[in-house]
């Protein structure tokens, strides 16, 4: 009997069976419950239009922005300043990277999580029972001049747009930081002071259709590990957070940003501001793509709670800790494990 090809990617692995392999099958009672979930009209989170963060209105925006993290810790924004052509440029250029062939694709293939950049398949196959039905390319992305060079370079104006866009996107992550810093009564340059040298890391992440969409996830229900995280999605859904115990549906919204809170920010904010579960479902009928930014502390930094925001009815949330040390026990423990943040709790 002729042994089966590994496909190490799941588009090829699916491209040539056409079902969902028993490596991808979630054990019942561990299954997305594709009918109980709320698709409210709109985003399903707040949406805020950042037009006026650098007017006479900033108080507001920012203050929007403080509400938003406290009790969803997701948003989505418009008016981001991040230019049309270069978003689309983005979208159009990771498509093209993940209809590469498959010999040209592998050439980044790794599965090693300490790797700067890598095409890889679900989150850890190193370590993960089931595996989810995603494909994705990871980039450092800043310092630019750093990671560039080790970027794909197919097709060819990968490195161009990608740079271009990783760029506009941590412009906008220094300005979400300040207005969050802003909205927790904290100096405006705090949350960029506390982060030290500051990384940037990108996911491609490609979710291809699904025959039976009920029995896997494209992620399932984690918190990022990062500080704060900014999605561009094409025009299909997938993403959903929860919300009072339930999944709320965050379709997409045309030239809008979704932005989440992620662990560090909780901790550097004492637990003010939530990193929320979310997860994300595949459907039968389209790929989907979507580009997190995650935007983190650099691994040296020492992350700790704002003082301010440390008194008698809010004690110290966590010891501090590097965010090296909180990123590898993050891709140790699995996505589904219990919140990695509670590791990190002051020791008396
Ligand atoms: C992630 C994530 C959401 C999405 O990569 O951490 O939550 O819509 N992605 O792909
Ligand atoms: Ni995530």
């Known amino acids: 009997m002729a042994t089966a090809i590994a496909k190490p ?13 028993s490596s991808h099958i979630r054990p019942v009672g561990d299954r997305p419950d594709l009918a109980d979930v709320d698709h409210e009209s709109g985003a399903g989170i707040p949406l805020i239009d950042l037009k006026h963060l650098d007017g006479p209105e900033r108080r507001r925006v920012v203050e929007a922005i403080g509400s938003a993290c406290e009790t ?29 062939p498959e010999s040209e694709r592998l050439k980044c ?23 989810n039905w995603r494909d994705f390319l990871r980039l450092h992305c800043y310092p630019l001049q750093s990671f560039i060079d080790q970027w794909p370079s197919n097709p060819p104006a990968f490195r161009e747009v990608v740079g271009a866009y990783s760029t506009e996107a941590r412009a906008l992550a220094l300005r979400l930081l300040e207005a969050i810093s802003e909205s927790l ?15 940037q890391h990108m996911a491609v992440n490609y979710y291809p259709p699904c025959p039976q969409p009920e029995l896997t996830y494209g992620l399932p229900g984690h918190k ?8 561009l999605q094409d025009g299909v859904s997938g993403l959903q957070v929860q919300r009072g115990g339930r999944w709320v549906a965050v379709n997409p919204v045309p030239n809008a940003l979704v932005i989440n809170i992620g662990d560090q920010l909780q901790a550097l904010s004492n637990d003010r501001y939530k990193s929320v579960l979310h997860r994300v479902i595949v459907n039968s009928e389209s790929e989907r ?57 002051p020791m008396d």
């Not at 990022?224 to 999605?231: E, I, S």
């Open 185 to 199: 009564g904290l100096e405006r340059r705090h949350m960029v002071t506390a982060m030290g040298g500051h990384a």
């Open 224 to 231: 990022d590990p990062n500080a704060v995280t900014l999605l």
């Open 9 to 21: 990617l799941l588009s090829d692995l699916v491209a040539e069976s056409g079902t969902v392999p």
């Open 72 to 100: 969803d810790g997701f948003f989505m924004v418009t008016n981001h300043g991040i230019p049309e052509a270069v978003v689309e440029g983005m979208l159009r250029v990771a498509k093209e990277f993940f209809h590469l």
């Open 109 to 131: 293939y790794s599965d090693d999580p300490k790797k700067a950049i890598r095409l890889s398949t679900s989150f850890n196959v190193r370590t993960e029972k089931v595996s």
């Open 289 to 345: 793509i979507s580009v997190p930014t995650f935007y983190c502390p650099s691994p040296d930094a020492v992350v700790a709670p704002a003082e301010a925001l440390v008194d008698g009815s809010h004690p110290l949330a966590y010891r501090p800790f590097t965010y090296q040390e909180y990123y590898e026990e993050f891709w140790n423990m699995g996505l589904e494990s219990a919140s990695c943040l509670d590791r990190f709790r």
